[in-house]
C-alpha cells in the first residue's frame, strides 16, 4: 500500500489538509493522527471493514477493543447507552483530554470496535489536529495507537513510520505528543468505577470528583498468575522494546549499587547493556549506555520520553535494558505501569 504523509502545524492549522485527511478516514481508509497522549491509527468506527484494516495494519489481536475518538457531547449518545450521571462530570471535567470512559454501547456500534464486549471506550482528545480532524469527519473515529501490535506507542510521526508505512493510506506529522502515555481507561459500568489502565489523568484528579474508585489489581502486582486484567488489551506483552528490561525498584542508593552489579555480571557475558534513568541518577554510572528521562522532580516530562527511550535502544542494538523504578503516584502510576509490562513484569526489588 502507498502510505502518503503530510505535516499539519499544530499552532497553525491548514483545514485543507484537515478537510483532505478527513476525506480519507470517510472513505474508509487508514489515517494515523497525533493526539496529546501518543499518535493514533485512525479509521470510521461505524465502518466495519475500515475497522478491520486497522486490526490488520497493526498485527491487533481481534479480542482487544479499539477506543472511539469523538469531537462533540452528541457523538456520543450515538454510540453509548445507560450512561452513570458521574460520567456527564467527568466528561465536563477532563474533555477534551486524556480520559477514555468505558460505557455500555449502542447497536450503532460494529462489533469488531468492541471486541465482542457489550461496552465501548470513547475519549475526546484535546491535540487541535485530532479535534479538527474528528469534527470535518464527523464521525465517531476509532483509534488504537498507531504502532505495531507489542511495540511500545509512538509519540512523534517518525516512531508510526517506523512501524507501520506501507500498511496505512495517510500519516500526519505534526511533531511530538506532550503526554506521552495513553489515555487512563475508566471502567463506568462496574460500581465502584474501575481504572482499567493509569494514563495522562491520574486517580489523584479523579478522586478530586470521585472518591470511591477502584483500581484494577493486575495494574500494580507484578505477577498475573489467577487474576484476569480487565481491559483485554493489557494481557498482551506491551511496549515490548526488542532488548530484555529488567526493572530495580527501592531506595535510590541500593537502586544504584544493584544496577552496577547488573552491568558488571552482563559485560563478563558480552553484552551491550543500557540504563534507564533520571538526572539525579546519571553520576552513578560510567562507561554505559544511558537514556535519562529527565528529572525525578517533574514526572510529566519522564512519562512522555519513556516510549521514545525504549525506541532508541533497539536503535544502538542494546541486549538489556536496566531500568530505574519511579515513585507509583500521580503520572508515576501510568510510568510503572508501562516499564513494568516493558519488562513483561521482571521488576527487582532491593
Ligand atoms: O491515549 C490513548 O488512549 C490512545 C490515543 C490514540 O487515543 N489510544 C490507545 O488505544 O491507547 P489502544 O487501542 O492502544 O489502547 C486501548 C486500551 C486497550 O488496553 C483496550 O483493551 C482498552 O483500552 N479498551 C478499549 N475498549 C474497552 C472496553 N470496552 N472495555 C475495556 N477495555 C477497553
Ligand atoms: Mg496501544
Redesign the pocket.
Known sequence: MKTEIIKIDANNIDLNKIRYAAEVIKSGRLVAFP?E?????GANALNEKAVNNIFKAKGRPSD????L?VSELSHCDKIGRDIHEDVFMLMNSFWPG?L?L?VK?TEAVPDNV??G?N???I?M?SHPVALELIKHANIPVA????NRSGRP?PTMAEHVIEDLYGHVDLIIDSGDCNIGV??T?L?TTSDPFMI??P??VTLEQINELIKDVNIDPTLLTSKMEGLAP?????KYTHYAPKAEVIIVKGEELAVAKKINELIQENKTKGKNIGILLTDETKKYYNEVECISLGSKENLNIVASNLFGALRSFDEKKVDIILAEAVEETGIGLAIMNRMTKAAGYNVLTV
Open positions: 493526539t497522549t501518543v499518535y493514533g491509527l482487544n477493543p479499539l477506543i475518538h486524556p477514555t468505558v454501547k468492541s471486541a464486549l461496552t465501548v471506550g475519549r482528545p483509534a488504537p495507537s498507531a506507542s495513553e489515555s481507561v471502567d482499567l489502565r494514563g495522562g480487565k481491559a483485554p488489551g493489557m
